[in-house]
């Protein structure tokens, strides 16, 4: 049986690789040969070329068939249509951005996302409404077209080894470079779904697993428990065995420290239900175990400063200007606490407890 992944390299595309090895298929990898990983075996053939355009995409892949393509990456529209009549199976790997309010919260009355958002929940319907988020949902839609017995994977937001934009090392190099005090939008207690890149490498082979259930379906997923942000900071200071305090402001104050949200307002859930019941999925690695491996990776890997990977996170690591913003909070926390009055100590719960039959309240009043 032969295999293409196209992608590879990137979050996930060690363990689909690997996934499909242990499954007995020859895999080869179609990218564009800029980001080679030694995790890949050496037994896998790459293809190089581009997989973002027809005409390069059909140079790459010209007299080929498959048994089995999973894209992650590139224009997964274009390698549907390439592939049609080509491949046994197509799983193409999508985004969350599809639905409607996730990139623009602003499009939902009220807004903000509900929450958990299932499959079924409306996705972006025309280009003028939010372009970005449009185009993945007219992929989806031209997945299923050329391959109705394929499946489709909306990914959250990926945190592991090879993330182009790793939200966890503005905290970890925070931390390594001395930083106790970290601020966090949203007061720390924003909820989006995450998914480590092993378990969502594992979902997509549970797919390749169960062709029969998979066909023509869509899929949330990411990891069962999802943490707060200030939980995952925590448990990222737990790892390197530092201890922090976080800084609990608003969106609007917390300058480019926004970039640690992913939007902002409300929470962003995914419902996980379908891929649960109909496929079987559990977690291979739970969420505090995946975060603190996932730490190791970029503590032993280091983003250099000011690189690509920092450029892209466009965190500037501006300690003095955190310095301030931190002693304005504490400023304005101060005064706040002045102004605001004091709540009266409530010593019981409501309900009343009488100790004697028919008694009209109990012993404190109730």
Same mark, same amino acid.
């Not at 505090?288 to 690591?317: C, I, N, S």
């Given at each position: 049986?032969?295999?293409?992944?196209?992608?590879?390299?990137?979050?996930?595309?060690?363990?689909?690789?690997?996934?499909?090895?242990?499954?007995?298929?020859?895999?080869?990898?179609?990218?564009?040969?800029?980001?080679?990983?030694?995790?890949?075996?050496?037994?896998?053939?790459?293809?190089?070329?581009?997989?973002?355009?027809?005409?390069?995409?059909?140079?790459?892949?010209?007299?080929?068939?498959?048994?089995?393509?999973?894209?992650?990456?590139?224009? #997964?529209? !274009?390698?549907?249509?390439? /592939?049609?009549?080509? @491949?046994?199976?197509?799983? &193409?790997?999508? %985004?969350? *951005?599809?639905?409607?309010?996730?990139?623009?919260?602003?499009?939902?009355?009220?807004?903000?996302?509900?929450?958990?958002?299932?499959?079924?929940?409306?996705?972006?319907?025309?280009?003028?409404?939010?372009?970005?988020?449009?185009?993945?949902?007219?992929?989806?839609?031209?997945?299923?077209?050329?391959?109705?017995?394929?499946?489709?994977?909306?990914?959250?937001?990926?945190?592991?080894?090879?993330?182009?934009?790793?939200?966890?090392?503005?905290?970890?190099?925070?931390?390594?470079?001395?930083?106790?005090? #970290?601020? !966090?939008?949203?007061?720390? /207690?924003?909820?989006? @779904?995450?998914?480590?890149? &092993?378990?969502? %490498?594992? *979902?997509?082979?549970?797919?390749?697993?169960?062709?029969?259930?998979?066909?023509?379906?869509?899929?949330?997923?990411?990891?069962?428990?999802?943490?707060?942000?200030?939980?995952?900071?925590?448990?990222?200071?737990?790892?390197?065995?530092?201890?922090?305090?976080?800084?609990?402001?608003?969106?609007?104050?917390?300058?480019?420290?926004?970039?640690?949200?992913?939007?902002?307002?409300?929470?962003?859930?995914?419902?996980?239900?379908?891929?649960?019941?109909?496929?079987?999925?559990?977690?291979?690695?739970?969420?505090?175990?995946?975060?603190?491996?996932?730490?190791?990776?970029?503590?032993?890997?280091?983003?250099?400063?000011? %690189?690509?990977?920092?450029?892209?996170?466009?965190?500037?690591?501006?300690?003095?200007?955190?310095?301030?913003?931190?002693?304005?909070?504490?400023?304005?926390?101060?005064?706040?606490?002045?102004?605001?009055?004091?709540?009266?100590?409530?010593?019981?719960?409501?309900?009343?407890?009488?100790?004697?039959?028919?008694?009209?309240?109990?012993?404190?009043?109730?």
């Amino acid at each position: 049986m032969r295999a293409l992944v196209v992608g590879g390299t990137g979050p996930t595309g060690p363990f689909i690789v690997e996934g499909l090895r242990r499954r007995g298929y020859k895999v080869s990898i179609f990218h564009r040969g800029t980001h080679e990983i030694p995790e890949i075996p050496d037994d896998v053939e790459h293809i190089h070329g581009d997989p973002h355009f027809a005409e390069t995409i059909d140079a790459a892949l010209s007299g080929r068939t498959f048994d089995l393509t999973v894209a992650t990456y590139g224009r #997964i529209r !274009l390698l549907a249509a390439a /592939l049609a009549g080509r @491949t046994g199976r197509f799983v &193409g790997i999508g %985004g969350y *951005a599809a639905y409607r309010g996730w990139v623009d919260p602003y499009a939902l009355d009220p807004p903000g996302m509900s929450s958990p958002v299932p499959e079924d929940a409306p996705t972006v319907a025309s280009e003028t409404e939010q372009r970005f988020a449009w185009l993945i949902a007219q992929t989806e839609r031209a997945v299923l077209q050329h391959h109705p017995s394929g499946t489709v994977f909306r990914y959250p937001y990926v945190y592991g080894p090879y993330q182009l934009r790793p939200r966890e090392w503005s905290v970890i190099r925070r931390l390594l470079d001395g930083r106790r005090e #970290i601020i !966090l939008p949203h007061y720390g /207690l924003s909820l989006s @779904t995450h998914g480590w890149a &092993g378990n969502l %490498g594992h *979902a997509v082979m549970l797919a390749v697993d169960r062709p029969d259930v998979a066909a023509g379906r869509i899929y949330n997923c990411g990891d069962l428990e999802q943490l707060t942000l200030g939980q995952i900071v925590q448990v990222i200071a737990g790892t390197l065995g530092r201890d922090v305090e976080i800084v609990p402001v608003p969106y609007e104050a917390a300058g480019t420290l926004k970039s640690m949200v992913l939007t902002p307002l409300g929470h962003q859930l995914l419902d996980l239900t379908r891929i649960r019941t109909e496929l079987g999925y559990r977690d291979v690695l739970g969420v505090r175990a995946a975060l603190a491996r996932t730490v190791r990776w970029y503590v032993e890997h280091p983003p250099a400063p000011g %690189g690509d990977v920092e450029k892209a996170l466009g965190d500037p690591f501006d300690y003095a200007a955190e310095d301030r913003l931190i002693a304005a909070y504490r400023a304005g926390r101060d005064l706040l606490d002045a102004a605001s009055s004091k709540m009266p100590e409530v010593k019981w719960h409501p309900y009343a407890h009488p100790r004697e039959a028919g008694q009209q309240r109990d012993q404190k009043g109730r």
